[in-house]
């Protein structure tokens, strides 16, 4: 059973469309984010839930917008795509929001913005 | 400053070689916790290993080894006789308080270390 799941694993789109990115987790954990990865494979947050209540916005356009319809799933929808949104999206989540546990990543989502 | 700063990007040693890969980190907080990932060529994040601020026991695991020490704030990653199943990407990362915190912790990670090992 895959532990944390996202949807679609690769995404080609152009410019200006708008797309979401799906994730799911069945680890039971509290707490859930996104990460997203740059070409140099530099790893950074883009935003943390916690039983479906925002805690963290990394100061990410709102373009991006996060959704969490219950605990388990948290996804992302992303309008008016640009050529800089190309990227490796990590969906991830963890026990809490303690940062005691250890985050458990989804496979990834290759978005390619033509 | 950065908060994780792992100084090699890249590492190329020749397979079963020793390769310590470096991190040395940044905080305030008496309570944190360190962490090493790897993201091998397949893409996935898989977690390797936790460490607490108040355990600086070395650990052992496999051909994995860390070495915690609080006052260098280092927290640095060998890999003894070194296999081409180890080539990939590893990132150490930084759980803290978040600033203005209600009371959660923000996880940092390193821009990471690729390592090649050449057969």
């Known amino acids: 059973d895959t532990a944390v799941s996202q949807t679609p694993k690769y995404l080609v789109t152009q410019m200006g469309n708008d797309k979401s990115i799906k994730c799911e987790q069945n680890l039971g954990h509290d707490t859930m984010y996104w990460y997203k990865q740059d070409s140099k494979k530099f790893l950074k947050i883009m935003f943390s839930y916690n039983n479906k209540e925002l805690i963290i916005n990394e100061t990410v356009p709102n373009r991006f917008s996060p959704k969490s319809p219950d605990k388990a799933h948290l996804n992302l929808h992303i309008n008016s795509l640009e050529l800089g949104d190309s990227a490796v999206y990590f969906c991830?989540?963890?026990?809490?929001?303690?940062?005691?546990?250890?985050?458990?990543f989804g496979p990834g989502t290759r978005l390619t913005v033509t | 400053a950065q908060k994780v700063t792992q100084a090699q990007t890249e590492i190329s040693v020749v397979e079963k070689e020793d390769v310590t890969l470096d991190c040395v980190y940044e905080?305030?907080?008496?309570?944190?916790?360190l962490f090493w990932y790897k993201q091998p060529p397949s893409g996935e994040l898989v977690f390797l290993i936790r460490?607490?601020?108040?355990?600086?026991q070395n650990e052992i695991s496999g051909r994995y080894s860390w070495n915690f020490q609080k006052s260098t704030s280092s927290f640095n990653f060998t890999i003894t006789a070194s296999q081409v199943v180890d080539s990939a990407v590893y990132f150490c990362?930084?759980?803290?308080?978040?600033?203005?915190?209600?009371?959660?912790?923000?996880?940092?990670f390193g821009i990471g270390t690729k390592l090649q090992v050449i057969p």
């Open positions: 905080t305030r907080d008496t309570t944190y916790y």
């Open positions: 990362a930084l759980s803290e308080a978040a600033s203005g915190s209600g009371g959660y912790q923000k996880v940092t």
């Open positions: 460490r607490n601020s108040f355990d600086e």
């Open positions: 991830a989540s963890s026990q809490d929001l303690a940062g005691v546990e250890e985050q458990y």
